[in-house]
């Protein structure tokens, strides 16, 4: 039987903001365990709580971003569990009176709904230890830095009918948040975190299948492989006519396999109830329009405007708006005057291959907007090769300087005298009788190895439409 997959994304977003949601204490990742706590997050008895306004404001942020609409009445809940990395054994969150309402993305055309966006606070985490028992252990340590950092969890409709789908959307989102600053998405530290809803339905079912929510994922590969295989599991079991459980599944990277962590609970189980010690939120309306106002142009629209003022093919303008800093950078690339594509080529290229191998942002190096000006015009006016621009690219990632300057220093400009590349053109071809012999009898891909010569014996100097030229007239 052929099944269609129905999947939704439960994404928390770990907020910026240098305190914590509801006390004072430092949001910073890492330091010695408990070292980022003090008795209001630690949920000793007589302490209150009080909001962090910015963790509002980033919220609001992120909910105009998403085409959420933003609730001018909002308020916090008790989320009941009991768990050793959860002090208080409630959480504060929020239940039926969130942020954020509605929303959606727009994914290759697509536009997939967003249910709800919700403020509350993080728990701690358990380190295992031990040499024994459950995970390799045979007993946990609790770390308590973690808990009550602000989180944003933002929850999509079940519209998304594959894994490839599903982590379009994830890093779309990713894309979004980094760029409106509101957290740094970063999956390794758990900055960024999805948990994924998946089930299954025969083709042309309405009703939903039993769905199982997968945890542990911390890369945007991860997600879709767990999805994947999720899919393949519940295939599998209503093929042999079994059926599947409501429950909790862990993802294992090694095996590729899910496996189960425990039933899933349901909105009763937590048995939610108003906050007592947090009043409701009064949005105002006018505070909603001056964060409105600070929002800075999203992914979608600065994708549009580069294939359509900038005439960069999708592909190009997919890669350059990944990244704010790159596109930010480009933006002032194009304000200097600089022909668009030449100048995406060389980010998009060897800048990006840089920055990769050396885990930089853009803005960690020395260059600057005018270097790219001023590298694609060298180019353009036949100073440099494209062997020796990418030479003088390496000296000004590393280092401050002057496009001009390094070609001065380095002696990189390109050499366009035809009468001194005739000669060392003739003395290549009269050093290579064989070669020549071999060419004149057929094998005219040997061309290419005196092209090779000839740029060799001018060190990447040479202007190749000039050695092109007279390769066509000298071996004839």
């Not at 980033?58 to 809940?77: M, V």
């Amino acid at each position: 039987m052929k099944y269609e997959a129905v999947i939704g994304l439960e994404v928390h977003a770990q907020l910026k903001t240098k305190s914590k949601i509801f006390c004072g204490c430092p949001t910073d990742f890492g330091g010695n365990p408990n070292d980022h706590v003090c008795p209001v997050c630690l949920g000793m008895p007589g302490v209150l709580p009080v909001l962090n306004k910015r963790a509002v404001e980033f919220a609001i942020r992120t909910g105009l971003a998403l085409n959420c609409e933003i609730s001018e009445t909002s308020k916090f809940d008790r989320k009941n569990y009991f768990y050793p990395d959860l002090p208080k054994d409630y959480q504060i969150s929020q239940f039926d009176q969130p942020v954020c309402l509605g929303g959606h993305l727009t994914i290759n055309g697509k536009k997939l709904r967003i249910h709800r966006a919700h403020l509350e606070e993080d728990a701690g985490k358990l380190v295992h230890a031990g040499a024994a028992g459950l995970h390799g252990s045979d007993y946990s340590l609790a770390d308590y830095n973690r808990c009550g950092i602000a989180l944003l969890e933002i929850v999509s409709e079940p519209d998304m009918r594959s894994p490839e789908e599903a982590r379009a959307y994830l890093e779309e989102l990713r894309t979004i948040v980094r760029y409106i600053d509101i957290c740094d998405g970063n999956l390794e530290e758990g900055s960024f975190r999805c948990d994924a809803n998946v089930s299954i339905r025969p083709v042309g079912q309405k009703e939903f299948g039993t769905k199982a929510e997968i945890k542990n994922m911390n890369s945007f590969r991860a997600v879709q492989r767990a999805i994947q295989s999720e899919i393949e599991r519940q295939s599998e079991l209503l093929d042999k006519g079994e059926r599947v459980v409501q429950e909790t599944r862990l993802w294992n990277e090694s095996t590729g396999t899910t496996f189960p962590m425990r039933s899933k609970e349901e909105a009763h189980d937590y048995r939610y109830f108003p906050e007592p010690d947090l009043v409701p939120l009064a949005i105002d309306r006018a505070w909603v329009e001056e964060i409105r106002k600070t929002l800075p142009e999203l992914p979608e629209a600065r994708r549009t405007r580069y294939v359509e003022q900038s005439q960069l093919s999708l592909d190009d303008a997919i890669v350059l708006v990944d990244s704010k800093e790159l596109s930010d950078f480009f933006d002032l690339v194009l304000k200097l005057g600089t022909p668009a594509k030449q100048a995406a080529n060389w980010l998009i290229g060897p800048v990006t291959a840089y920055l990769k191998e050396n885990k930089l942002d853009i803005n960690e190096t020395p260059m600057t907007p005018e270097n790219v000006r001023d590298l694609v015009d060298a180019i353009g006016k036949g100073v440099l090769s494209s062997t020796t621009a990418k030479q003088v690219l390496a000296e000004i990632l590393a280092k401050p300087g002057k496009v001009e300057d390094v070609i001065k220093e380095k002696g990189l400009a390109q050499i366009s005298d035809e009468a001194g590349l005739k000669d060392t053109v003739a003395k290549i071809i009269n050093d290579n009788p064989g070669q020549l012999e071999e060419f004149r009898s057929g094998k005219t891909k040997l061309r290419q190895y005196f092209f090779g010569e000839a740029m060799k014996a001018t060190k990447g100097k040479a202007n190749p439409q000039i050695i092109n030229k007279l390769l066509d007239e000298m071996l004839k």
